[in-house]
C-alpha cells in the first residue's frame, strides 16, 4: 500500500466517526438526547479506540515525515510570526507541535514579558501545558519546555500510562481562579480504570489556574455541537493562569467551506474575545490554520468590545444581538461543517430559531442570512 493509499484509510476512519456523531447530532434535537447519544459515543470503546490509533497512524506515519521545517531562505511562502522582531524566522515552520513550541518560547521568554503574564522562569523551570484530546501524547518529546498533562477521551495504544482517560466536556474545574503554581501529576486525582483488558488513569477534575498553557489540536472539530465547542473554551479560561494561551489548531477546509474560512475565523476571534480572550499570535500553515489566544484580564476585554474596531466586525458579521441574548454565544464557535449543513438546510436548530424570534426592526442579523454575503476580501489579518 503506498502512502496515499494509506491516508485515505485512516482519513476514512476518522471521517466516519465524525460524521457518524454529526449525523445524531441532526437526529436529536433536544439536548438531553443528544447528551445520551454522547454518553452512548463514549463508551463505545471499540470505536474511540480505533479511532485513536488511526490518528496515532496517520500524525507520526504520514504528516510527521511530511512535516519536516525548511529554512527560510529556501521558502516564498509568508514568514511565520507577523512580528519582525522575533528571531525564529530562520525556519519555515510546517509543524503544528513546532509552531506551538515556538509560539511559547517567544511569549514566555523574559525579554518579551508582558503586564499580566504569569512567566514560567517565575515558579518552576517549565510550561504546564494541558493537551486535550491529546491522542498520542505529541508534545512530551519537548520534555525540556513543557510539563505535559495529556487527556484524551481514549489514548491512542500504548499511551495509557502517559494520558488520562478524560472526556473534557466532563471535567470538573475546582477552585475559583486563584493561580496554583506547584499542582504536579501526584496531586491530580484520578481513578485506576479497566476497559476490556486496557487500564486507564480516569481524571475527573482539575485546578482552576493551573496552567500557563491549553492545547486544542484539531480537538474543537471532533465536537459535533456548537455548544461543546463553546463550553471548551471557556473551561479552557478557567483552567489558565492569567496571561496563558490557549492554542487552536483547526484543519483548513477553505475548499469546502461555503464562502471561505476567513469568516469563520473572524467569528471565532469574537467569540473569543466575548470569553475573555485576546488572539495574540496566528498564522495558516499548509493544511490548518494555528491560532493562539491570551486569557485577559476583564478590563481589557471591556475595553475592546466598546473600542469601534470590534464593534465594526461585529456589524460585518451580523452579530449584534449575540451582546444581549448570550444563548447565541455558540453560534461564534461554528466550524466549517455547521455551515454546509446550514447551506444545505439541515441544520435547523438556533439559526432557524432565531430567526423565528425576530421582531421587525431588529438591525441584528441571523448568521445565516449574512454570511454567504460577508465580505471574504476584507479580512486581513
Ligand atoms: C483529531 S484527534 C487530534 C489528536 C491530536 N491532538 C493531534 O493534534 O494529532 C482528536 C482527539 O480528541 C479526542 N477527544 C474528542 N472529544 C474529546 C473530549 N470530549 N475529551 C477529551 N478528548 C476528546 C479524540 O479521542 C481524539 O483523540
Known sequence: MDDEQEQQGLVSVLYSVHEKLRLKKRELKADTEWQEAWESHTSDHATLQEYSKAMHALATKIWDPRNKNIPVETDSRPKCFKSSSNNLQSVKLKCRLEWVLHCCEKYF?????????????????KLKL????????????????????????????????????????????IGNGEVFTDVTISQFEYDQIS???????????????SFN????????????????????????????KPGGLLFILRPDSSKVTPGGNTRLIKMLKLGMVLLGFRRVYFEKLEHLWCMAFKKETEEYISAS?????????????????????RTRLHELF???QDLKEITSGNLQQGVSSYSSNKTEGDD??????????????????
Open 109 to 125: 521568554s523574559v525579554d518579551e514579558a508582558k503586564e499580566g503574564v504569569t512567566l514560567h522562569s517565575e515558579q518552576s523551570s
Open 130 to 173: 494541558l493537551d486535550v484530546g491529546s491522542c498520542y501524547n505529541p508534545f512530551s518529546k519537548y520534555g525540556n519546555v513543557f510539563d505535559v498533562t495529556a487527556v484524551d477521551l481514549c489514548p491512542a495504544p500504548g499511551f495509557e500510562e502517559s494520558i488520562f482517560r478524560c472526556d473534557f466536556l466532563c471535567l470538573k474545574v
Open 195 to 209: 476497559v476490556g483488558s486496557v487500564n486507564y488513569r480516569q481524571l475527573n477534575s482539575l485546578q482552576a489556574g
Open 213 to 240: 498553557v491549553v492545547v486544542f489540536s484539531y480537538f474543537l472539530e471532533y465536537l459535533a455541537d456548537p455548544k461543546h465547542r463553546l463550553e471548551s473554551c471557556q473551561k479552557a479560561y478557567k483552567l489558565l
Open 305 to 325: 468590545i466598546a473600542s469601534s474596531f470590534f464593534k465594526r466586525d461585529v456589524h460585518k458579521i451580523g452579530i449584534g444581538n449575540i451582546f444581549d441574548d
Open 334 to 336: 461554528y466550524i466549517s
Open 364 to 381: 441584528s442579523h441571523n448568521l445565516l442570512e449574512v454570511l454567504p454575503g460577508y465580505d471574504d476580501s476584507s479580512y486581513n489579518d
